[in-house]
T-cell receptor, first 114, second 108 residues
Framework: DVKVTQSSRYLVKRTGEKVFLECVQD?????MFWYRQDPGLGLRLIYF???????EKGDIPEGYSVSREKKERFSLILESASTNQTSMYLC?????????????FGPGTRLTVL | RKEVEQDPGPFNVPEGATVAFNCTYS??????FFWYRQDCRKEPKLLMS???SGNEDGRFTAQLNRASQYISLLIRDSKLSDSATYLC?????????FGKGTRLHILP
C-alpha cells in the first residue's frame, strides 16, 4: 500500500519566515508533485520532479522553491512566507512518467501565514 | 475556456437515487482521464480510471465521449457515504490537469 506522508498537518508561520514542507513516499515512486488547494480555485500545481535533483515548474511556482536530494523525499520551500500563501498544501507521487499513472496524495498540510 | 470544467454543485440527492455529472475538457489531444474522490478535509484518492469503452465498478460507471470531449460519472443507488467532492483529472503529454470538483451531498 502506497504511503505518502507530510511533515505537519497544521502549521502557523509569520510573514517573512522561511517555511519548509516535507513530503516522503515509501514506494520508490519516480515522480513527486506539490499542489496547493484553495476554495474556488481547485488544485494548482506548484512544482514537480521526475527524478532526484530534477525539478520542473508547475502552474504557480512564484514564491516557492523545491528540493529533491533523495528519491523518496520532496521538499517545498517558501523563502519568505506571505499571507497569500495561506493554503492547503498537498504532496503527491506517482510510479512512472506515463500519463495513465495514478497519483497518490499525502494528507495535506494546512499552512496559515499571519 | 478552461482546460477542464466541472459543475461545482452542490448536487443534493436523496439516498438511493441515481446521480450523474460530467466534466468537459477543451484539448482534443488529452490522453487519459480519471475520477478522484475527495472527502471533506482529506486528500484526493483515485476513484476510477475512465476508459474509451467505458467502465463500471460496482455502483459507479464512468464514460468517455471523445467526440464531444467530456467524461461522465454515474452513481447508482447512492449511499450517504458517497457524499464527497468528485474531481475530474485529464492528462495530456506530461501535463496533469485537475478540475475544481463537483460537490455531492447525499441526503438521508
Amino acid at each position: 500500500d502506497v504511503k505518502v506522508t507530510q511533515s505537519s498537518r497544521y502549521l502557523v508561520k509569520r510573514t517573512g519566515e522561511k517555511v519548509f514542507l516535507e513530503c516522503v513516499q515509501d514506494m520508490d515512486h519516480e515522480n513527486m508533485f506539490w499542489y496547493r488547494q484553495d476554495p474556488g480555485l481547485g488544485l494548482r500545481l506548484i512544482y514537480f520532479s521526475y527524478d532526484v535533483k530534477m525539478k520542473e515548474k508547475g502552474d504557480i511556482p512564484e514564491g516557492y522553491s523545491v528540493s529533491r536530494e533523495k528519491k523518496e523525499r520532496f521538499s517545498l520551500i517558501l523563502e519568505s512566507a506571505s499571507t497569500n500563501q495561506t493554503s492547503m498544501y498537498l504532496c503527491a507521487s506517482s510510479l512512472d512518467r506515463v500519463v495513465t499513472d495514478t497519483q497518490y496524495f499525502g494528507p495535506g498540510t494546512r499552512l496559515t501565514v499571519l | 475556456r478552461k482546460e477542464v470544467e466541472q459543475d461545482p454543485g452542490p448536487f443534493n440527492v436523496p439516498e438511493g437515487a441515481t446521480v450523474a455529472f460530467n466534466c468537459t475538457y477543451s484539448n482534443s489531444a488529452s490522453q487519459s482521464f480519471f475520477w478522484y474522490r475527495q472527502d471533506c478535509r482529506k486528500e484526493p484518492k483515485l476513484l476510477m480510471s475512465v476508459y474509451s469503452s467505458g467502465n463500471e465498478d460496482g455502483r459507479f460507471t464512468a464514460q468517455l465521449n471523445r467526440a464531444s470531449q467530456y467524461i461522465s460519472l454515474l452513481i447508482r443507488d447512492s449511499k450517504l457515504s458517497d457524499s464527497a467532492t468528485y474531481l475530474c483529472v485529464v492528462n495530456r503529454d506530461d501535463k496533469i490537469i485537475f478540475g475544481k470538483g463537483t460537490r455531492l451531498h447525499i441526503l438521508p
